[in-house]
C-alpha cells in the first residue's frame, strides 16, 4: 500500500487567498484526521472524520477552516482566507476500527507545508 | 484528562551512546501510549506502542520503552545510537476507544559523530 498520501508537499501562497490541502487515507480505513504542527503548538488535532462524516471539528480553529471527505478515499482541508498565522505542516492520518484492541493506530502522511506570506 | 510531558526538547548522545528520552503521563484511566519519530520533511511513523499486553516493548529501528506505571513513565531506549537515528520523536497518549491522540512536544535527539 501507498500509504497516506497528501498534496501538495508544499505550499507558498499570499493572504488573503484560497488554500485547498488533499488527502487520500490508506484503503480500508474509515478514520481520518486532519492534524496541524507549528513550532508553538505542536500538533493538534482539527478534525476527524468516520466513514466519511465529520465526528469531531472541536479542533478547527475558526470558521475560516472547512474540511470535507466527498467520499472514502478523499479528503479536503480549505482555508479561505489564509491568514501568515496559518503558515505550518497539516498533517493527515488514517486508522482502521480499533477492534477488539481498542486502538486507533493511527497511519500519518508525509503532510502539507503551508507558508501564507 | 490525560497529558504527556517529555521531558528535552533537544537531546544530543554520540554515535554508539545509549538513547533515553523521557516520557511522564497523565491519564485517569488506563492509557495507551506510544512513541512516533519524525525525520525532516516527512510525516509521523510509529516507533513502537503499549497496550497493556507487556510492560517492555519492542520497536522497530532497535528502540524499546518500558512501561512503569508507579513512576507514569514511559521512556524510550536505544542501546547504541546511529546517526541515521537524528530526528524529532513524539510521544503520545491515549484510552481504549478513543480516537484523541495526546502528543508532548516532541523531542529533538542529535547525534554526534
Known amino acids: 500500500d501507498a500509504g497516506v498520501i497528501q498534496s501538495p508537499r508544499h505550499e507558498v501562497t499570499e493572504m488573503g487567498q484560497e488554500v485547498t490541502l488533499r488527502c487520500k487515507p490508506i484503503?480500508?480505513?474509515?478514520?481520518l484526521f486532519w492534524y496541524r504542527q507549528t513550532m508553538m503548538r505542536g500538533l493538534e488535532l482539527l478534525i476527524y472524520f468516520n466513514n466519511n462524516v465529520p465526528i469531531d471539528d472541536s479542533g478547527m480553529p475558526e470558521d475560516r477552516f472547512s474540511a470535507k471527505m466527498p467520499n472514502a478515499s478523499f479528503s479536503t482541508l480549505k482555508i479561505q482566507p489564509s491568514e501568515p498565522r496559518d503558515s505550518a505542516v497539516y498533517f493527515c492520518?488514517?486508522?482502521?476500527?480499533?477492534?477488539?484492541?481498542?486502538?486507533?493506530?493511527?497511519?500519518f502522511g508525509p503532510g502539507t507545508r503551508l507558508t501564507v506570506l | 484528562a490525560q497529558s504527556v510531558t517529555q521531558l528535552g526538547s533537544h537531546v544530543s548522545v554520540s554515535e554508539g551512546a545509549l538513547v533515553l528520552l523521557r516520557c511522564n503521563y497523565s491519564?485517569?484511566?488506563?492509557?495507551?501510549l506510544f512513541w512516533y519519530v519524525q525525520y525532516p520533511n516527512q510525516g509521523l511513523q510509529l516507533l513502537l506502542k503499549y497496550t497493556s499486553a507487556a510492560t517492555l516493548v519492542k520497536g522497530i529501528n532497535g528502540f524499546e520503552a518500558e512501561f512503569k506505571k508507579s513512576e507514569t513513565s514511559f521512556h524510550l531506549t536505544k542501546p547504541s545510537a546511529h546517526m541515521s537515528d537524528a530526528a524529532e520523536y513524539f510521544c503520545a497518549v491515549s484510552a481504549s476507544g478513543t480516537y484523541k491522540y495526546i502528543f508532548g512536544t516532541g523531542t529533538r535527539l542529535k547525534v554526534l559523530a
Open positions: 484503503s480500508g480505513h474509515d478514520y
Open positions: 492520518a488514517s486508522s482502521s476500527p480499533p477492534g477488539t484492541s481498542g486502538i486507533y493506530e493511527q497511519f
Open positions: 491519564s485517569s484511566v488506563p492509557p495507551y
